[in-house]
């Protein structure tokens, strides 16, 4: 093998799509997936490539400096690709420590593994930070986000977020570990946990219940799909300016509102619904706590600069997705019992 990949997070949504990527296309690569397979974390994202034999999977918890030192001891680890995190805002509205914990200092573990592994030779050595676009804060009408906006973060997630962000700049000025960050838009695809937007409200509509949208449903987000994001990350790991920023997005921005309209009426066609009949289940609910209103992602650096670009269009992507969670309902059936009933009951009962 000529490489051994720490990919963390890898059993999550977007982390299981750079996995696999990186598992197919780069044979001589061996990729460790560290997860702590929190209630996010799923192996069963991964059925299909968890035999091939530059795989592997451990069981770590990132908040825990010495389980993370003992990986660094157990693999020569050349490059850290950095997903883990808890990553769902209305969770870090109830419980702000969880987040503070694993997206905080779980990096900071991670950064003190790496340096101290790596410090006589940071020669090929990379650490990748997967961020997002929500550090940056919230846009009223016109204007993007770019790789110079200032930092904004205005909830707890995004607060935990930008945190970690700025450990990882510390540490590249401070020890020279070679970092880069990436801030991404919304994701959309294959494997999503339902408690987002898209996979809940396709939950919904598939079982003819309520979909909730928060407030008068006016916000916007700016929505890649999940390959497309995973492409970015090969493409920025091999290829990136070391302790440089890049920007990833769609140029996709949709209302709530309008973006679960196309949902319904994709949705009515495949299940031969009569036309405008998911519509009907559309249900105003209490806003989200600090609701972020526009986000919007300006990647021109990434497409001029590494010639990244998305390979789906919105419908397409969106098309694909429901198709996925339509062949796939025993995946979603494992997901919406148990523990995810008490938090659907306790997140919506109210609103
Ligand atoms: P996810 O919640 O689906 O997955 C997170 C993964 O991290 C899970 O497998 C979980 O088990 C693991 N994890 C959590 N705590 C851990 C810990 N203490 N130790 C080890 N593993 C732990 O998240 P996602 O949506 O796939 O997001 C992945 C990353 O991308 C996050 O860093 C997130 O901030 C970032 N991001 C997400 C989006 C999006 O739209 N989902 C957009 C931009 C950036
Ligand atoms: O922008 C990138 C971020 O996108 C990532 O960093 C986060 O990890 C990811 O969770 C996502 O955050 P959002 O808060 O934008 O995603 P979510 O799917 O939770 O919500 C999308 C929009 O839909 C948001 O405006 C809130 C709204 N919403 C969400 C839910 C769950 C509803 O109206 N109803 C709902 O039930």
């Given at each position: 093998?000529?490489?051994?990949?720490?990919?963390?997070?890898?059993?999550?949504?977007?982390?299981?799509?750079?996995?696999?990527?990186?598992?197919?296309?780069?044979?001589?690569?061996?990729?460790?997936?560290?997860?702590?397979?929190?209630?996010?974390?799923?192996?069963?994202n991964l059925v299909d490539i968890q035999d091939k034999p530059n795989y592997v999977f451990e069981k770590v918890d990132i908040v825990n400096q010495k389980e993370v030192d003992s990986l660094f001891e157990k693999y020569k680890v050349s490059g850290v690709i950095h997903l883990a995190a808890e990553s769902h805002?209305?969770?870090?509205?109830?419980?702000?420590?969880?987040?503070?914990?694993?997206?905080?200092?779980?990096?900071?573990?991670?950064?003190?593994?790496?340096?101290?592994?790596?410090?006589?030779?940071?020669?090929?050595?990379?650490?990748?930070?997967?961020?997002?676009?929500?550090?940056?804060?919230?846009?009223?009408?016109?204007?993007?986000?770019?790789?110079?906006?200032?930092?904004?973060?205005?909830?707890?997630?995004?607060?935990?977020?930008?945190?970690?962000?700025?450990?990882?700049?510390?540490?590249?000025?401070?020890?020279?570990?070679?970092?880069?960050?990436?801030?991404?838009?919304?994701?959309?695809?294959?494997?999503?946990?339902?408690?987002?937007?898209?996979?809940?409200?396709?939950?919904?509509?598939?079982?003819?219940?309520?979909?909730?949208?928060?407030?008068?449903?006016?916000?916007?987000?700016?929505?890649?799909?999940?390959?497309?994001?995973?492409?970015?990350?090969?493409?920025?790991?091999?290829?990136?300016?070391?302790?440089?920023?890049?920007?990833?997005?769609?140029?996709?921005?949709?209302q709530n509102i309008d973006l679960i309209k196309l949902l319904c009426k994709i949705m009515d066609e495949k299940l031969n619904r009569a036309e405008g009949e998911s519509e009907k289940l559309i249900t105003y609910v209490t806003d989200r706590a600090g609701h972020d209103l526009r986000y919007a992602i300006d990647?021109?650096?990434?497409?001029?600069?590494?010639?990244?670009?998305?390979?789906?269009?919105?419908?397409?992507?969106?098309?694909?997705?429901?198709?996925?969670?339509?062949?796939?309902?025993?995946?979603?059936?494992?997901?919406?019992?148990?523990?995810?009933?008490?938090?659907?009951?306790?997140?919506?009962?109210?609103?």
């Amino acid at each position: 093998m000529k490489k051994t990949i720490v990919i963390t997070g890898g059993a999550g949504f977007i982390g299981s799509h750079v996995v696999r990527l990186f598992v197919n296309k780069y044979p001589d690569y061996q990729i460790v997936n560290l997860d702590a397979l929190t209630y996010a974390g799923n192996l069963e994202n991964l059925v299909d490539i968890q035999d091939k034999p530059n795989y592997v999977f451990e069981k770590v918890d990132i908040v825990n400096q010495k389980e993370v030192d003992s990986l660094f001891e157990k693999y020569k680890v050349s490059g850290v690709i950095h997903l883990a995190a808890e990553s769902h805002v209305d969770r870090s509205i109830t419980n702000p420590n969880e987040f503070i914990n694993t997206n905080v200092i779980g990096t900071a573990n991670l950064l003190n593994a790496t340096v101290k592994h790596w410090k006589d030779n940071f020669d090929d050595k990379l650490f990748y930070h997967i961020s997002t676009d929500e550090v940056y804060g919230s846009l009223d009408d016109g204007g993007f986000f770019v790789e110079t906006t200032s930092y904004d973060p205005r909830s707890p997630y995004s607060a935990s977020k930008a945190s970690s962000d700025h450990l990882v700049r510390a540490y590249h000025n401070t020890y020279k570990l070679p970092v880069v960050i990436s801030n991404c838009s919304n994701n959309y695809g294959p494997n999503q946990f339902p408690e987002k937007l898209i996979p809940l409200a396709f939950n919904n509509i598939k079982n003819k219940k309520p979909i909730p949208i928060y407030g008068k449903g006016e916000n916007i987000r700016d929505w890649l799909f999940v390959i497309d994001h995973a492409r970015a990350i090969d493409t920025i790991f091999h290829n990136c300016k070391i302790g440089d920023t890049y920007n990833i997005g769609g140029n996709n921005e949709w209302q709530n509102i309008d973006l679960i309209k196309l949902l319904c009426k994709i949705m009515d066609e495949k299940l031969n619904r009569a036309e405008g009949e998911s519509e009907k289940l559309i249900t105003y609910v209490t806003d989200r706590a600090g609701h972020d209103l526009r986000y919007a992602i300006d990647s021109s650096k990434l497409q001029n600069e590494l010639g990244w670009k998305p390979s789906v269009t919105f419908e397409q992507g969106l098309g694909k997705t429901v198709d996925w969670y339509l062949e796939n309902e025993q995946w979603l059936s494992n997901i919406v019992s148990g523990a995810y009933a008490g938090y659907y009951e306790s997140q919506y009962n109210n609103r």
